[in-house]
């Protein structure tokens, strides 16, 4: 298929680079541990916190009392965990080259990485391993991410200068906002949610990402002919996720009523997931495709 961008022609088909069957086992996107308490335990290398991807969503707001403004249910419980001094230093000396300061207005794209491109935008990347591993693996295609998680975010950094990465920008923002207000309608080509929170108590279902308003924002970022690649080790989410995104119609399954594929060779299996994997956790990938439905109009969402 053929984008046209500023009267240029970009082929926006591009194979996926095919990834080592195991990543390095240092390199752990941050765990995901269900509690007891309010809200999940969270764990991870350095006492990482789980990524935190941003709110909306269709729960209403809370309301409050006289003048007092709405508060939006949010699909994170921001707990920074320790960061590292190597992690602090990565925001000194490398934000100004993949960092992009929240303004709540419109991105040129283009402009950002200078040149026109296929877009992936990665949303709650954790500690970054998969983003790195995608953008060295795959340099024509530029690579988005959002995480909530500063440190994180740092080890990404990191990551990114250690490889001298020209093709990956990130904000450290929630992801709701971002797309609502500084991504463009149709200028993705791919969006990926690897492992969101499954937030598994049914009274916090509605701090859960994937919901209807959710997936219809997504639908008007990424382009017609685009892929949502979503993936979760927690069966009833999955169930969740198949359930949200059946009912909309700019959404196709790729891989029949189940839903569930084996993992595609562009992602890599990480240590987290491995951990999960020897727990016994069923891991889902869902491929949908973004079709132009047949009541297709211009959507806009803010």
Known sequence: MLAMTNDKQISRERPHPTPPPHAGEGDERAARVGGGNDAPSLAGEGD????????GNDAPPLAGKGDKPHRTIRSFVLRE??????????????WTRFGIDYSGTLRDLDALFGRIAPRVLEIGFGNGEALAWSSGHDPARDYLGIEVHRPGVGRLMNALAASDARNARLWNHDAVEVLQNEIPQASLDEVRIWFPDP??????????????????????????GGLLHLATDWPEYAL???DVLAMHPDWRLREGASGESKRP??????????????????VSDLLYDRVRSSNARNRTLT
């Open 265 to 282: 060779a562009w992602r890599i299996e990480t240590r987290f997931e491995r951990r999960g994997l020897r727990l016994g956790h069923p």
């Open 199 to 224: 937030w598994p108590k049914k009274r916090h279902h509605k701090r859960r990402l994937v919901q209807p308003a959710f997936v219809e924002l997504l639908a008007t970022r990424v382009q017609p």
């Open 81 to 94: 965990g320790r960061i590292t001094p190597a992690q602090q230093r990565a925001f000194a000396e490398h």
């Open 48 to 55: 990482e916190r789980a990524a935190r991807v941003g709110g």
């Open 240 to 242: 969740h996720m198949r």
